[in-house]
């Protein structure tokens, strides 16, 4: 299937699916003829926020990028801190191919290499690192594709700490080597934060930005969370997911591109959003 992207067509057949549960593997192809010249920019979209946090590392350091404080505490409190830690980083529990599954085609993917690690082995993060590798998760997703070929996936590559000139370099052609002719404008389009990476690179298409027109109209609403430290400290029994499961449900009602929130699977929320690009057919 073609990315319908800036008006071109969504290659399908048929009606509107139903969509019982969460099990939304194949949504966008068989949407309603009359949604076929719709720019992808006014579809609903369901997306992650920072898609890989099922799979973080309890033994890597944290962020470098973080503050002196919190990596002070990891340091000297490990047991106290770590786990306190975990409980305000993890924002997903399904696997990415689950997630796929669940109908979620927005994936943030938060890049940086562990100056502990190897010399190419690039990692995610969100305070600290995971255990999965950026060139595995990529195949996992091109496998998907492979699968289900008349569907598209949006690939938000971003953060990159720690990456050099070099590592762009092997992130991207990794990326080409990966999805091949599956790239924009056919089923995956990748945004990439590094401008100057994008600019040499035709594949790429820049930033998609949150609330804001982006490449083509595109831009993210973000339903998750994010506290500072001095709560986190003060709320120890409080967890991301207590403080973000109860506002979901109403979160997802709401009109807008592509909308990434936390805990995917959880509820109805992939079919909620779904249901949005029923607002766009005629009465």
Known sequence: MALPLMGEHVSSSGSFPSLPGTMN????????????????HHLSIPGSHDTMTYCLNKKSSISHDQSWLLQLLDKVLLCITRPVVMKWSVTQTLNVTKQLDAGVWYLDLCIA??????????????????????????????????????????????????????????????IQNIFGDMLC?????????????????????????????????????GINLTE??????????ESLKTMMLPSLPYLSRSSA??????FIGTDAFTSNIIRLNEKLLPC
């Open 113 to 174: 290499h562990m100056l502990e690690g190897s010399e190419r082995n690039l990692h995610f993060i969100h305070l600290v690192y995971t255990t999965a590798l950026v060139e595995d998760t990529l195949t996992e997703v091109s496998d998907w594709l492979e699968q289900h070929p008349r569907e598209a996936v949006i690939l938000a590559c971003r953060n990159f700490e720690g990456m050099t000139e070099g590592l762009h370099e092997y992130l991207v052609t990794c």
């Open 257 to 262: 591109n592509i909308i990434a929130g936390d």
């Open 25 to 40: 593997t194949d949504w966008m192809s068989p949407l309603c003829p009359q949604l076929w010249d719709v720019p992808i």
């Open 228 to 237: 500072n430290l001095a709560y986190i400290l003060l709320h120890p029994s």
């Open 185 to 221: 404008p056919r089923g995956v389009l990748v945004s990439y934060e590094d401008e100057g990476t994008v600019s040499q690179q035709g594949e790429l298409w820049p930033r998609i930005p949150y609330w804001g027109g982006g490449p083509g109209g595109l831009f993210v609403a």
